[in-house]
């Protein structure tokens, strides 16, 4: 069974257009994360939940908008899609031992 | 503002070679630090999480330690494989905010 599934797996879109990468875990954990993998490799967080509250934004522009429909899912919304938005999308989540539990990735390229 | 650096940026070594990677981090008042795997394409593999209160960490031939006062963490990998390429990314936890990671170290393994 896959820890933490994200969908899709590839999304190619135009400048301009809204689309949602949906995020699942099944580890029963209460934290769940963002995080941004740039053309450098480069790993950044964007959002942090815990129990469906957010409690991380790291300066991501409003046009993303994280939504956790409950402790399990956190979807990431974004709008009005640009170029420098694409990256490769990670998920994770982690519980009370700490070990962080990684998707595997969205990659996002915008044309 | 925690900062994770990691030296040799990329690594190339035959088989059978033992090797260290090195990762160093600015501020040592951390939670944790873990030590991730990423194949091209793929997402993250946690290897080894190492607690402030721990000192080193073993999972087969890999081996990470922790000394929080010099801020630095090295990755053991024994008897090297091929199957070990990949990129290595260490990442610092400061308590309750979420992982910041090195760039990482690129390993290719020359049978």
């Known amino acids: 069974d896959t820890a933490v599934s994200q969908t899709p797996k590839y999304l190619v879109t135009q400048m301009g257009n809204d689309k949602s990468i949906k995020c699942e875990q099944n580890?029963?954990?209460?934290?769940m994360y963002w995080y941004k993998q740039d053309s450098k490799k480069f790993l950044k967080i964007m959002f942090s939940?815990?129990?469906?509250?957010?409690?991380i934004n790291e300066t991501v522009p409003n046009r993303f908008s994280p939504k956790s429909p409950d402790k399990a899912h956190l979807n990431l919304h974004i709008n009005s899609l640009e170029l420098g938005d694409s990256a490769v999308y990670f998920c994770?989540?982690?519980?009370?031992?700490?070990?962080?539990?990684f998707g595997p990735g969205t990659r996002l390229t915008v044309t | 503002k925690q900062e994770v650096t990691q030296i040799p940026a990329a690594l190339s070594v035959p088989e059978g070679e033992n090797l260290v990677l090195n990762c160093s981090f600015t501020?040592?008042?951390?939670?944790?630090l873990q030590w991730f795997r990423q194949d091209p394409g793929k997402g993250l593999t946690s290897l080894l999480l190492?607690?402030?209160?721990?000192r080193e960490q073993t999972s087969g031939r890999l081996n990470a330690s922790l000394d929080k006062s010099s801020g630095r963490s090295t990755l053991y990998i024994a008897a090297s494989q091929p199957g070990d390429s990949a990129t290595y990314l260490c990442?610092?936890?400061?308590?309750?905010?979420?992982?910041?990671f090195g760039k990482g170290t690129r390993l290719s393994v020359i049978a």
């Open positions: 939940y815990n129990n469906k509250e957010l409690i």
């Open positions: 994770a989540s982690s519980g009370a031992g700490g070990t962080e539990h």
């Open positions: 190492i607690q402030s209160s721990q």
């Open positions: 580890l029963g954990h209460d934290t």
């Open positions: 990442a610092a936890a400061s308590g309750n905010t979420p992982l910041v």
């Open positions: 501020d040592s008042a951390i939670y944790n």
